[in-house]
């Protein structure tokens, strides 16, 4: 399995903080990928990395910020929680032409 | 902008074959995906198709057409085990962008 990690693995936080959900690859890929999942909705794209400093909004953005000083590390950042953005997150990273890997998976819960 | 759409739910018999649907609209094609999800877990990757044509995997088979937009995953000889979520996925443009379809629900009976 490819080497993808996610940090934490499960968070529960307060309306109103800014939570940041870690990424780290050591399989050297070019992309990366922030997910959000839930019922009803499958995968929704929140943001994605094409390279270092090289960022994208995907379907779901409002609310998330990304970065990626460092190819084996992407972050995503929710600079002021509400509840709506309750939701397991997926982190995926891949080269072109091959497959995304993904990571285990952050259950994020805002009271 | 991309849209990809497969079927909500699939119902199967254990030892069967099932098909599961899948068309998309992209702008911009570099390939298409489908991963297995169980409940509770991260999707893993089942098969991917760049070309036009059938590609074959033990008991799973990916087949794509991209002048028509669609793709289909046949399972066979069913197992217990295959009930999951499939899901769809397709990567367009020169940023490597990757989107999924909402997944298909396939439930195995006995």
């Known amino acids: 399995d490819a080497g993808i990690t996610q940090s934490p693995r499960h968070k529960v936080t307060e309306t109103g903080t800014p939570v940041t959900l870690r990424c780290h690859q050591t399989?050297?890929?070019?992309?990366m990928y922030w997910y959000r999942q839930d019922p009803g909705h499958g995968l929704r794209l929140i943001h994605y990395?094409?390279?270092?400093?090289?960022?994208d909004k995907g379907e779901v953005s409002d609310g998330y910020s990304v970065s990626r000083s460092k190819t084996e590390d992407f972050l995503l950042t929710l600079e002021s929680a509400t509840s709506s953005q309750t939701s397991v997150y997926f982190c995926?990273?891949?080269?072109?032409?091959?497959?995304?890997?993904f990571g285990q998976g952050t259950r994020l819960t805002v009271v | 902008g991309q849209n990809i759409d497969q079927p909500t739910e699939m119902t199967a018999t254990e030892g069967a074959i099932v098909q599961i649907n899948c068309t998309y609209q992209?702008?911009?094609?570099?390939?298409l995906f489908w991963y297995q999800q169980h409940a509770g877990e991260a999707p893993t990757f089942l098969s991917y198709?760049?070309?036009?044509g059938l590609e074959e995997k033990g008991r799973f088979s990916s087949f794509l057409s991209r002048s028509k937009g669609y793709s289909y995953l046949l399972l066979k000889e069913l197992q217990m085990k295959d009930s999951a979520s499939y899901l769809c996925?397709?990567?367009?443009?020169?940023?490597?962008?990757?989107?999924f379809g909402t997944g298909t629900l396939l439930a195995v009976q006995p």
């Open positions: 990395s094409y390279g270092v400093k090289d960022t």
């Open positions: 996925a397709v990567t367009g443009g020169a940023t490597n962008k990757l989107i």
């Open positions: 995926a990273s891949g080269s072109t032409n091959t497959e995304a890997f």
């Open positions: 399989e050297n890929h070019r992309y």
């Open positions: 992209t702008s911009g094609f570099n390939g």
């Open positions: 198709n760049v070309l036009d």
